[in-house]
C-alpha cells in the first residue's frame, strides 16, 4: 500500500528513516529517466476513464510481480527534477499510489521504481485548469412558440461537453436544451418558452450551464432569461389631425410589465395598403405621443389609425383609432383607362338600385378573392345598407355617383357641389368610409362645372371608361361576355352596373379574363401602379353611356 508525499508503510510498522533508506538504496540507474531494457513495471494510470488527459488525484499503479517496496516519482521539467510521489511498501492491494497533481497543468513524467532497480517512465498529459467559456445571449426575452425565441452562444477555450438546462425560480428542471455546434469550441441554443409539449408560465427563468473538458473538470455559469407571453394593454388613442392630412398627433396609454420594445403609429387608406408609419422606440410605458408630419398632403379619402405596441418579447397589440376624413379642393383629373406595365383591369359597378344583385356580385368576387369598384348614388346606400356595409367590410373600393343619379350636365357650380358633399356625407355619417377621391358622373355626362365641384369636393379623379358592353340593355350573358372580351386590355376600366343578368355573367368573364392574364383589382390599385393615365378629351361622347 502507499501514502501521498511523504513515503511511510501503510500501517507505520517502517520508520521512515527506514523506508527513505529504502528509496536512497535503490540502484541509480533505476532513478534514471530511460529504464533499463526488460524492466517494464506496467506503469499504468488507472483513474483517467478513457481520457486524454488527467486532473486532481491521479491513481497510480504496476503490475503485481514487481519487487517491493515501489517507489513512485515525477517530473514537471522533462526529467530534471525528479518530486516523491509516494512509496507503497506492501502488496495488499497491489502496487499503487495516489498523485494529487494540482495545481501542475502540462505534460509531466511519471515513474515507477522497483526495489531491484526495475524502472519505468511514461508522460502523463495533466490538465487541473478548468475550462474558460463565456454564455452570451443573443436574446434573452421571448413570446414563446409563436415569436422568436430567446438564444445564445456557448464558448470554450478547449474542447468541452456542455449540458444546459432551464430552472425555474424553485429551483426545478423546466427544460434540457440541445446545443448546436457552430464552429470548434462554439455552441448556439434556443428557447421558445415550451416545458414538454406545452408553453412554460411566465416569468424569469435561469440558465444553467455546465461544461466538462476532456480532463473531467468542471466551469458552471448562469442567465437570466424571461418567458413573457402577454402583450401589452393599450387603451384607445386620442387622435388630433388637420383636414388636408399633413399633420396628426396621437396621444395614447401603454401599459406593460416588462420591457416596451416600441410604440407605432400606422395611417393607413381604408381601401388600401399602410400610407405612413411613425414608430417611438424604446422608453417606458404610460402615455405615450407620436407626432406624424408629412411636406405632401395625403390624398382625399377616408384613413384609418392603428397603433402597434410590441414588448421586447415580440408581443404586440393593435388598437385602432377614430377614422380620419382627409378632404380639400384638389383639381379633378379625367380618366378612362390607364397605361401600365401590369396586366391589370378595373371592373367597375355603377348605380347600386338593385341590392340583390349586388350582394350577388360580391359573392361572385369573394369567392375569385377580387376587388373591384363600386359607383352608387347617395339614395341606393341608404337603401341598401347591408349590401353598403359589406363592400366596405371586404375590402372594395367605393366612389361617388351623385346623389340620386341626376345628370350633372345641366346643373351650375353650386347645386353640383351639393349633390357631391351630400353623397359623401352617407358614406362618412353612415360608415366613416369616404367615397373621395374617385367621382363618376352618371351617364359618363360633365361639363366644366361638374368638374370644378367634384375638384371642390376632394375628387382628386373623375373615373370614366373604356369598356362598355351595355349591360343595362340586358343582352345576355353570353353577349355580355364577349363585348367586354373584344375590347379589354391592360390599364382598362371596365363599366358595369349591379344587374342580375351582370352578376349571372359574373363567373364566366372572370374565368375568361384570366385565361388572357388580365387581373382585376380596385381602381385604386389600377391608378397606383400606372404610368400614365389616359383621358378622353372633353367633353365627353355620352351616347350609350348610363
Not at 495516489?98 to 511519471?110: I, K, T
Not at 463565456?134 to 409563436?146: M, P
Amino acid at each position: 500500500m502507499h501514502r501521498r508525499g511523504a513515503a511511510v508503510s501503510r500501517r507505520g510498522a517502517l520508520p521512515l528513516l527506514v523506508v527513505a533508506a529504502l528509496v536512497l538504496a535503490l540502484p541509480a540507474q533505476a532513478r534514471e529517466l530511460q529504464p533499463r531494457v526488460g524492466s517494464a513495471l506496467g506503469l499504468a494510470v488507472i483513474s483517467a476513464a478513457g481520457r486524454p488527459a488527467v486532473a486532481g488525484v491521479v491513481g497510480l499503479a504496476v503490475a503485481p510481480g514487481a519487487a517491493g517496496p515501489l517507489g513512485f516519482e515525477w517530473s514537471p521539467d522533462g526529467g530534471r527534477t525528479w518530486l516523491p510521489i509516494a512509496i507503497d511498501a506492501e502488496l495488499l492491494d497491489g502496487w499503487s499510489a495516489e498523485w494529487d497533481s494540482r495545481p501542475f497543468s502540462g505534460e509531466a513524467l511519471v515513474r515507477a521504481v522497483a526495489s531491484d532497480g526495475a524502472t519505468e517512465v511514461i508522460r502523463v498529459a495533466i490538465d487541473n485548469r478548468a475550462p474558460r467559456m463565456s454564455l452570451r445571449l443573443t436574446r434573452g426575452v421571448t413570446a414563446g412558440a409563436r415569436a422568436a425565441p430567446t438564444a445564445g452562444v456557448v464558448s470554450a477555450d478547449e474542447p468541452v461537453a456542455p449540458t444546459l438546462v432551464v430552472i425555474r425560480r424553485d429551483g426545478r428542471e423546466v427544460r434540457r436544451l440541445r446545443l448546436r455546434v457552430t464552429q470548434e469550441n462554439r455552441f448556439a441554443f434556443a428557447w421558445d418558452g415550451r416545458r414538454g409539449g406545452s408553453i412554460a408560465s411566465d416569468g424569469v427563468y435561469r440558465l444553467s450551464l455546465r461544461v466538462v473538458d476532456r480532463a473531467g473538470n468542471e466551469a458552471h455559469a448562469t442567465a437570466a432569461v424571461v418567458l413573457d407571453t402577454t402583450p401589452p394593454t393599450v387603451a384607445r388613442p386620442l387622435v388630433s389631425a388637420d383636414s388636408r392630412g399633413r399633420t396628426m398627433r396621437v396621444r395614447v396609454r401603454v401599459a406593460e410589465r416588462n420591457a416596451l420594445g416600441w410604440v407605432e403609429l400606422r395611417v393607413r387608406a381604408a381601401s388600401g395598403s399602410a400610407v405612413e408609419t411613425v414608430r417611438r422606440l424604446g422608453g417606458r410605458a404610460g402615455m405615450v405621443t407620436l407626432d406624424w408630419r408629412r411636406v405632401r398632403p395625403l390624398r382625399p379619402g377616408a384613413y384609418l389609425i392603428e397603433i402597434v405596441a410590441t414588448d421586447t418579447a415580440g408581443n404586440s397589440t393593435i388598437v385602432g383609432g377614430p377614422p380620419q376624413l382627409v378632404r380639400y379642393p384638389v383639381r379633378t383629373a379625367l380618366v378612362s383607362r390607364v397605361q401600365t406595365a401590369h396586366r391589370h383591369v378595373a371592373l367597375t359597378f355603377d348605380d347600386c338600385y338593385h341590392p340583390a344583385a349586388w350582394e350577388r356580385i360580391l359573392d361572385v368576387l369573394a369567392r375569385a378573392r377580387l376587388r373591384a369598384t363600386f359607383f352608387c348614388p347617395g339614395q341606393a346606400v341608404l337603401a341598401a345598407p347591408h349590401a353598403a356595409r359589406r363592400t366596405l367590410d371586404e375590402g372594395h373600393v367605393v366612389g361617388s355617383h351623385g346623389w340620386d343619379h341626376a345628370s350633372f350636365t345641366s346643373l351650375p357650380f353650386e347645386s353640383a357641389l351639393e349633390r357631391l358633399l351630400r353623397d359623401s356625407s352617407v358614406w362618412w355619417g353612415t360608415y366613416r368610409a369616404a367615397a373621395t377621391p374617385y367621382f363618376r358622373p352618371p351617364y359618363g355626362a360633365y361639363s366644366r362645372a361638374t368638374l370644378a365641384a367634384a375638384g371642390a369636393a376632394g375628387y382628386t379623379e373623375t373615373v370614366l371608361w373604356d369598356v362598355d358592353p351595355r349591360d343595362w340593355t340586358r343582352p345576355g350573358t353570353a353577349a355580355l361576355t364577349q363585348r367586354v372580351l373584344a375590347e379589354v386590355k391592360p390599364g382598362s376600366i371596365v363599366l358595369l352596373h349591379t344587374l342580375s343578368e351582370t352578376a349571372a355573367a359574373l363567373p364566366t368573364l372572370l374565368e375568361a379574363l384570366r385565361r388572357r392574364g388580365l387581373l382585376p383589382v380596385g381602381i385604386d390599385e389600377l391608378i397606383a401602379a400606372s404610368d400614365a393615365r389616359i383621358s378622353p378629351g372633353w367633353p365627353w361622347a355620352t351616347a350609350g353611356a348610363r
